[in-house]
């Protein structure tokens, strides 16, 4: 049984930053693609950035040249440094495992970013 924990989240001022960390247990972390995700309320989950085991990246248009995706594979930690938080960034972040058919596990508690002055 794979868990994932996602942390870091909190309350930030526009234009500040924040990084998520999310470790995951039950798993051999290093050979999956890795995803960050976030829903705001009333909206759906939507992918936000994820990293490929052999650590190239992409990015929703949404975050891209602010957020960094990022891996620790002997920690089994996924990381997502957030720059330039926008309140339309405010919304739970969650971790997963990446596959074609969509993701690996099930979904972790999640970690609130709220960005508000």
């Known amino acids: 049984q794979v868990q994932l924990v996602e942390s870091g989240g909190g309350l930030v001022q526009p234009g500040g930053s924040l990084t998520l960390s999310c470790a995951a247990s039950g798993t051999i972390f290093s050979s999956y693609t890795m995803g960050w995700y976030r829903q705001a309320p009333g909206k759906q989950r939507e992918l936000v950035a994820f990293?490929?085991?052999?650590?190239?990246?992409n990015y929703a248009d949404s975050v891209k040249g602010r957020f960094t995706i990022s891996r620790d594979n002997a920690k089994n930690t996924v990381y997502l440094q957030m720059n330039s938080l926008k309140s339309e960034d405010t919304a739970v972040y969650y971790c997963n495992g990446i596959r074609s058919s969509g993701t690996l596990w099930s979904w972790g508690q999640g970690t609130q970013v709220t960005v508000s002055s």
């Open positions: 990293i490929r085991s052999g650590g190239s990246t």
